[in-house]
């Protein structure tokens, strides 16, 4: 019992991490499993989470439930509260859950909450007879110069 709870929280562990692999993964499969770290996808995040929200709301209750032996009237009561507020944070966890896969699924992505950037710059080439033109054009109607231009040509 103990060494399958010892496995257990050593996968666990490999699953959130990014430089180990969980136990008795098989050689072809190791440096693959070493790269994973499943905190970064936001629907395992949102499920880790959830349980651990879940986990600390029970024994919440269950410390309710033993102070409120005495009184059945309120235990009563609480026990519907209870249900109830379970159902409802279920449904919005499966809810955002479903969305996010029907989004990743529409758009091909892989919900990851990595930070990534590319950088891009384009090199523009000015064509001087084009320039030349619009030189002498501005010459005779200054109207559709730009204002920058005008502004230049009453400095000098």
């Known amino acids: ?19 180990k692999a969980p ?3 098989p050689p072809e499969y190791l440096e693959g499993l070493k790269a994973v770290n ?27 439930l033993f102070l409120t032996a005495p009184i059945p009237n309120i235990t009563g009561a609480f026990v519907t509260i209870f249900v109830e507020t379970i159902k409802i944070f279920a449904v919005i966890i499966s809810a955002y859950l479903g969305l996010q896969a029907a989004i990743d699924f529409k ?4 919900s ?3 930070f990534s950037g590319e950088v891009k ?15 002498e054009k501005y010459k005779d109607d200054a109207s559709y ?4 231009w005008i502004i230049e040509q009453s400095n000098e």
């Open 107 to 110: 758009y091909n992505s892989d």
């Open 112 to 114: 990851n909450t990595a």
């Open 23 to 25: 136990p008795n993964t």
């Open 38 to 64: 499943f905190l970064r996808s936001k629907k395992f995040f949102v499920v880790f989470t959830s349980i651990l929200m879940l986990l600390a709301f029970y024994i919440a209750s269950v410390f309710i």
């Open 121 to 135: 710059y384009s090199k523009e080439e000015v064509n001087q007879q084009v320039v030349a033109n619009y030189a």
């Open 1 to 19: 019992m103990w060494n399958k709870l010892t496995t257990f929280g050593a996968s666990l562990g490999a699953m959130l991490t990014n430089s």
């Open 145 to 148: 110069a730009p204002l920058q």
